[in-house]
């Protein structure tokens, strides 16, 4: 079993900046870490997800703004998120797959096994 905990939400302004981190119970051989997103009356969305070589994949909606990495001993999670919009308020959730999935298709919920409680991150404008 493998416990995800999120922490770096917050309430920001357009324009921003937050750090959003996840830290693993353990580290176990995963394919994939991802950040997903979820705003209340919409569906969880995938955000970034990093695979076991670091190569990295992003929402259309985030390129060029948000960031993911991973500490060197890959059991820390990280989004770093810039120029935050109001369209990015949401809860975010870390997760992990066990499985390997085509990029594609990691930035769907569906192949995630683990997955984290969430912060909030609130963009005003």
């Known amino acids: 079993q493998v416990q995800l905990v999120e922490s770096g939400g917050g309430s920001v302004q357009s324009g921003g900046s937050l750090r959003l981190s996840c830290v693993a119970s353990t580290y176990r051989s995963w394919y994939y870490m991802g950040w997903f997103r979820q705003a209340p009356g919409k569906e969880r969305e995938g955000v970034a997800t990093i695979d076991s070589t670091r190569m990295t994949n992003y929402a259309d909606s985030v390129k060029g703004r948000f960031t993911i990495s991973q500490d060197n001993a890959r059991n820390t999670l990280y989004l770093q998120m810039n120029s935050l919009k109001p369209d990015d308020t949401a809860m975010y959730y870390c997760?992990?797959?066990?499985?390997?999935?085509?990029?594609?298709?990691?930035?769907?919920?569906?192949?995630?096994?683990?997955w984290g409680q969430g912060t909030q991150v609130t963009v005003s404008s």
């Open positions: 997760a992990v797959a066990m499985i390997w999935v085509p990029p594609t298709t990691a930035l769907r919920p569906g192949p995630y096994n683990y």
